[in-house]
């Protein structure tokens, strides 16, 4: 073996795993923003809304240049900073082939925060896995026509499975300060058959969640990171590139950033002739509701059922 050779190829090999593990994995973790005026119009020095980041409604977060923030020392590399009011919570999700993430792997989040007031941070890193049960099902069995049988498989909806979860107690001074949540790993219990099973834990995604559970107060996120590995970084690092289908919409995206209002059509169907197996009956979506997971099934459209009341004598 030619040492001269072999050391050179390891090192390269060093390198890119050590590279592999300080990628950030997430999309616009700087925070950049397009500044708003309070009628959602171009313009003033702040933003309801930060790209390729969600929000349970508008308003519950405000993005600000990071030297308007409580943020103190700057992030280097950081553009915004993300106040999250009371009650609220800012995420975003992933799948994990996107992130090249494998079974074995593990993930790990740090962000710089904070906070004052009654303000709470809570910062959750959660694996989510495909919705499988045991058994089968029929919906004839809810007095449907259909008599096929179809295993209890999960109807796209997403659960939590393992997670870690950091709440931040705020330090006396109000500081920022650097949190890390490290270690979640990603395993998987899956096989490749048509039976389901309440045992697989198929993981496909990772959800990162910054919440405020305070009743009050402020919590300042920045400059977020999520890396494979054990240990989460200590550093700032740019994070993926944001997707640019917005520029095969030229028109669109204009109106966007003019804060005029766009319309949008949703169609959609399994295959070409919209005959989804199962076909797509109403659930019922309340979890405390006896008829939880089941079809709500009359034999026509029931807008009510549906939450569409304003279609009554439409369909």
């Known amino acids: 073996m030619n040492a001269n050779r072999v050391a050179p190829a390891l090192a390269m090999l060093m390198t890119g795993a050590v590279g592999a593990q300080t990628q950030n994995l997430l999309k616009n973790p700087a925070f950049s923003f397009h500044a708003r005026d309070a009628a959602g119009r171009p313009g003033g020095t702040t ?63 740090s962000v710089t925060t904070a906070q004052s007031g009654g303000g709470k941070l809570q910062i959750k890193l959660s694996l989510l896995r495909i919705e499988s049960a045991d058994g089968e099902w029929s919906p004839k069995d809810f007095g449907c026509s259909d008599s096929r049988t179809f295993n209890c498989h ?45 045992s697989r834990t198929n993981h496909v995604a990772v959800l990162v969640e910054f919440l405020n559970t305070g009743t009050d107060g402020e919590v300042w996120v920045c400059a977020p990171s999520l890396v494979k590995g054990a240990t989460a970084p200590d550093a700032f690092t740019a994070g993926r590139p944001v997707p640019e289908y917005y520029r095969q919409l030229p028109r669109t995206t204009g109106k966007l950033l003019r804060g005029e209002s766009i319309h949008v059509l949703a169609l959609g169907s399994s295959i070409d002739t919209g005959d989804a197996n199962p076909r797509l009956y109403i659930y019922g979506e309340e979890p405390g509701s006896p008829t939880f997971k089941k079809p709500l099934w009359k034999g026509q459209f029931d807008a009510k059922a549906a939450g569409r009341p304003d279609l009554t004598n439409y369909v």
């Open 47 to 109: 933003s309801h809304n930060v790209a390729c980041w969600n929000t349970d409604a508008w308003r519950d977060i405000t993005a600000v240049k990071v030297g308007d923030s409580r943020i103190s020392p700057r992030p280097t590399g950081a553009v915004g900073a993300v106040r999250i009011a009371p009650g609220k919570r800012l995420y975003q999700f992933n799948t994990l082939p996107e992130l090249g993430c494998l079974p074995g792997d593990a993930l790990s989040l």
């Open 154 to 198: 999960g109807r796209g909806e997403l659960l939590r499975g393992p997670s870690q979860t950091v709440t931040v107690t705020a330090p006396r001074d109000q500081s920022a300060r650097r949190v890390k949540v490290e270690s979640l790993l990603l395993e998987n219990n899956f096989k490749d058959e048509r039976k389901s099973s309440s």
